[in-house]
């Protein structure tokens, strides 16, 4: 399988990162572009989280049901992206333009990277690890880390997105980060020009 973008991570930052891509899709630009998600859920941080300080979400959520919630909000409204599920990203090889994943399960090709997989210090994923960097803003007793980017950008063709990137713990900064990440890759898609997905009412 081969993508246009295959976002690494299904918590807060890569699921809000695709559902910007995939809003998309009305777009000429955006039309054709082939988008997945390994949707590997198992170590987010949202899953002992209860959410009360989030705009638009119901005090009271549990982390466990945003991680659900998202997955069908992404089949149901952008059924074009597809789902990864059951697979945790080991390696990455290659360059900008074209890259192959390889997950504990699979290889995908795919000509752009976000990695989304949070701050851990188990980070593990080869191909990556000469980016890794104590974290910036969370503090250095909790031994998190981040990956070296500017504006995002890793190094060409690869993104970084949520703590990951070097933001402080809160949903809605990991899923504004998430989302940044889309309208970058949607402004590159449209010749550099800055884009937005807006519906209207
Ligand atoms: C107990 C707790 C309570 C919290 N309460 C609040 C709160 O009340 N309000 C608030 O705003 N924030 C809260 N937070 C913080 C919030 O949950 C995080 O800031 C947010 O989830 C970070 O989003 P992220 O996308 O960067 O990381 P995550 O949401 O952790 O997502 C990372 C994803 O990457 C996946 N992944 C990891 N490794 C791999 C791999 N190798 N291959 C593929 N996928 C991988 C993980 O399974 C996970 O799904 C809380 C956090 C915790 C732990």
């Not at 559902?19 to 170590?43: E, R």
């Not at 059924?79 to 360059?95: C, L, S, T």
């Not at 910036?136 to 995002?152: F, V, W, Y």
Request: proline residues 3%; charged residues 20%; hydrophobic residues 40%.
């Amino acid at each position: 399988m081969s993508y246009d973008v295959l976002i690494i991570g299904g918590g807060a930052a890569g699921m809000s990162c695709a559902l910007v891509l995939g809003s998309a899709n009305k777009a000429p630009f955006a039309a054709d572009k082939k988008i997945g998600i390994i949707m590997h859920q198992k170590a987010s941080a949202l899953a002992n989280g209860l959410f009360n300080n989030v705009l638009g979400v119901q005090p009271g959520t549990t982390g466990k049901e945003i991680l659900e919630s998202g997955k069908t909000h992404l089949s149901d409204l952008y059924a074009h992206i597809d789902q990864i599920e059951r697979e945790k990203v080991v390696k990455i090889d290659g360059v900008s333009g074209g890259f192959t994943i390889f997950t504990n399960k699979n290889q995908y090709k795919t000509k752009t990277i976000v990695v989304a997989v949070g701050p851990s210090n188990l980070f593990s994923i080869e191909g990556l690890k000469e980016y890794v960097e104590p974290h910036q803003s969370l503090p250095p007793a909790k031994e998190r880390i981040q990956l070296k980017n500017k504006d995002h950008i890793v190094t060409e063709g690869i993104y970084v997105a949520g703590i990951l990137a070097g933001w402080i713990s809160q949903f809605s900064i990991a899923a504004g980060s998430g989302a940044h990440v889309a309208t970058d890759i949607l402004a590159k898609w449209n010749d550099g020009n800055p884009t937005v997905a807006h519906d209207i009412a």
